[in-house]
């Protein structure tokens, strides 16, 4: 079983209904402002907590929905923001149930975020309030019952947001071989390996496997000595290590493992060959899935990946770069494609909620690893290992 990324959990209600409580009760440290003034919180506030058989999670604190200042307007949107990233919902209420949390409720059940309430402030004169077919738990911070609220994230909290079982496991036995071609150039980090790789060594490991580390400049004389099941490499590495890697021996990228492992791989496979209709001008969405400094000469999704693209088309083509999870934008009608990264630093979740809405509005999808092997004329060949019959 592989360990995903930090899942995402988010507190969600109306202004002053204890969601900060909540948060500094669960960590044990006054990390969000505490006030009875409505409105102390502004932008979401995150802490990091270890969840007992999960591991580390993100705890989301978000400003009120019912914010009716100036800047509420602002606040509101980005707790709807944070909503859309989230893996589970705890939607905070105090005293009476109303039209704001019953909104709330239908958000989150319309976007498939999963959610449980709180009734919050129960060491107040209220009645519990009983919703059907949702949990709802009591708390008090004055009698906080903290193993409760953690037994119940526990319980909520989709498996799928922090663990997979898919990297390499339903190709590689125990005992194979897999060479895996790490290139070291301008854009890899001092001293370490990137999370993708760091993953897939990690899986080869726990499947008992053995796993051949090399750059693709020890490619050849690596092939002269081993005979491996599998070559992964990472995919600006594809034109090079497809010719050196006889073909007989099936290659992969690691961009293409984590589009197994994050995203709808089906989707991408079938949404990759709309890059041959491509007209002129046509616009094509980028997604990126973290923050990270540009290189303006490497950086793959915003030099890269265009370049190569309007090299193979042979059209000029408009690319918009969408960093961070961030929204997308408003029109998404007028793109031709979306790229997602393989978001090696996201969860499938938030992956998959994205790409829902691509699909809605239509929008072809394909992956970093998979444009790059259709630019190289090696897609076939690379995805074959992975297609289910008749695809």
């Not at 005992?175 to 001293?191: C, F, H, K, T, Y």
């Not at 092997?373 to 076939?380: E, T």
Request: charged share 25%; glycine share 8%; net charge positive.
């Amino acid at each position: 079983m592989v360990q995903l990324n930090r899942p995402r959990i988010g507190f969600f209600g109306k202004m002053n209904v204890g969601k900060s409580s909540l948060i500094n009760a669960l960590t044990g440290q006054q990390v969000s402002v505490v006030s009875e003034q409505p409105g102390t919180t502004t932008d979401p506030v995150k802490k990091i907590i270890e969840l007992e058989g999960i591991g580390p999670v993100e705890l989301i604190d978000t400003a009120g929905i019912d914010d009716p200042s100036e800047l509420g307007a602002q606040r509101v949107g980005r707790t709807q923001e944070a909503l859309d990233q989230v893996d589970l919902a705890v939607l905070v209420f105090a005293g009476k149930f109303d039209g704001f949390d019953q909104t709330l409720m239908e958000t989150c059940a319309a976007r498939k975020v999963p959610f449980f309430f709180v009734q919050n402030k129960t060491d107040l004169p209220t009645t519990q309030v009983e919703i059907k077919g949702v949990d709802v738990i009591a708390f008090s911070c004055k009698k906080p019952n903290v193993s409760l609220l953690l037994r119940t994230l526990q319980a909520h909290l989709p498996k799928s947001a922090y663990a997979a079982d898919v990297i390499l496991d339903d190709y590689v036995q125990a005992g194979d071989e897999v060479v895996l071609v790490m290139p070291i150039d301008d854009s890899a980090p001092q001293g370490r390996l990137i999370l993708p790789q760091v993953q897939t060594i990690r899986n080869l490991l726990d499947i008992g496997a053995t796993a051949v580390c090399v750059k693709e400049t020890e490619l050849r004389a690596c092939l002269e000595k081993h005979t491996p099941k599998l070559v992964v490499t990472d995919s600006q590495a594809f034109g090079y290590v497809s010719k050196v890697v006889p073909a007989h021996i099936p290659l992969t990228s690691f961009s293409i493992l984590f589009s197994r492992l994050k995203g709808d791989f089906e989707a991408f496979l079938k949404g990759t060959p709309a890059i041959d209709k491509l007209q002129e001008g046509d616009e094509i969405l980028v997604l990126e899935s973290c923050s990270h400094s540009v290189n303006k000469c490497d950086d793959i999704g915003r030099v890269k990946i265009p370049q190569w693209l309007q090299k193979h088309t042979g059209k000029k083509l408009k690319f918009t770069t969408v960093s961070n999870l961030d929204p997308l934008p408003a029109n998404l009608g007028k793109y031709k494609l979306a790229i997602q990264c393989g978001g090696c630093m996201v969860t499938r979740t938030q992956i998959l909620r994205r790409l829902a809405i691509l699909k809605e509005a239509k929008v072809p999808v394909s992956n970093y690893g998979l444009t790059i092997a259709w630019c190289n004329g090696i897609f076939k060949r690379v995805t074959e290992i992975f297609r289910k019959k008749g695809m």
